[in-house]
Each structure stands twice: as C-alpha cells, then as structure tokens.
C-alpha cells in the first residue's frame, strides 16, 4: 500500500489494567521509521489522543493526522474514529495498513 497507512508504524507500546476495567494505552506512532506523533487512550470508553512529537512543526503535523483520519475513513468505509478503530488494534512493529481490512470487516457488520 502506498498511502499513509503504510508508512505509519507503532512503537514503544505501554497498556494497563484500570480499576473499572478498560484498558489504558499509549504508543508512538513512526512515519519512515521517525517518531511522528503519540497515541493514547485512557481506558476510560472515549476516543484516542494524537499528539505530534514535535513542537517544530506542530500545526503541520496536527492537519496531517486529520488528513491521516479521513484517509483511514476513506480506506474503511466507518464514519467516525476509523484511525481511533486501527491504532487500537496495532502492536509494536505493526503498520496501520495492516488493520484495515479488520477494520473495514467490522464496520460492514462482520
């Protein structure tokens, strides 16, 4: 795959346990094999975080992840969080291609 889905790894994955039974999790996200932006989710049933790794480029990077959602949209037919439904399937060395398919199967019900 050559869009962006293909070139964005995870790494440095973190989980654990919370008291009311989610699941909290964080991660970096690699685009090219460079630290691009953080992921985390607060295991507390809400969406995923997206914070870029550096303060250089900021905004820039912060359109790009928005540019990254609609693709991942495009790419799985959801409507709503498909880049939140991909990175939380991504272990480390996962690319978020990888998921889509899984993602996709999902949100036409299967």
Avoid at 3 to 8: A, D, E, K, V
Avoid at 59 to 87: H, K, S
């Amino acid at each position: 795959m050559t869009n962006i889905l293909g070139r964005l790894t995870m790494s440095k994955l973190q989980a654990i346990q919370m008291p009311r039974g989610g699941v909290a999790w964080s991660g970096v996200i690699l685009r090219d094999g460079k630290p691009y932006f953080t992921v985390e989710n607060r295991g507390d049933g809400g969406c995923n975080f997206y914070v870029p790794v550096s303060r250089d480029n900021y905004r820039e990077v912060r359109d790009e992840i928005e540019g990254i959602e609609r693709t991942a949209t495009a790419e799985t037919g959801m409507q709503f969080e498909a880049l939140d439904a991909i990175t939380s399937l991504m272990e480390d060395g996962d690319t978020a291609a990888q998921h889509i398919a899984s993602v996709k199967a999902e949100a036409e019900g299967g």
